[in-house]
Nanobody
Framework: QVQLVESGGGLVQPGGSLRLSCVAS????????MSWYRQAPGKERELVAA????????NYADAVKGRSTISRDNTQNTVYLQMNNLTPADTAAYYC????????WGQGTQVTVSS
């Protein structure tokens, strides 16, 4: 059974930073493209960042480019999202996604940026 478990969300002040983690089990992690998505209330889920299976290529949404870094540790079956200089617009539930032949989703972790 595939499981993706996110952690690291919370309440942070504007300008602060967070590091989200997603631990995967039940799949060959190193074969999967991993992504982070987010969904704010009343909005569609959107891609935040993605990383290829070996970690050689990353891409980012324009909204987070330059202040976020996606990385992975295939020895720990974990993908990370470091987010800096957070703003209230970053407030959302953040979801981990694994893609090879099909998608798998985690349950999400809430990030709230507020003073």
């Amino acid at each position: 059974q595939v499981q993706l478990v996110e952690s690291g969300g919370g309440l942070v002040q504007p300008g602060g930073s967070l590091r989200l983690s997603c631990v995967a089990s039940g799949l060959t992690f190193s074969s999967y493209r991993m992504s982070w998505y987010r969904q704010a209330p009343g909005k569609e889920r959107e891609l935040v960042a993605a990383i290829t299976s070996a970690g050689g290529t990353t891409n980012y949404a324009d909204a987070v480019k330059g202040r976020s870094t996606i990385s992975r540790d295939n020895t720990q079956n974990t993908v990370y999202l470091q987010m800096n200089n957070l703003t209230p617009a970053d407030t959302a539930a953040y979801y981990c996604n694994a893609l090879r032949l099909r998608y798998y989703w985690g349950q999400g972790t809430q990030v709230t940026v507020s003073s």
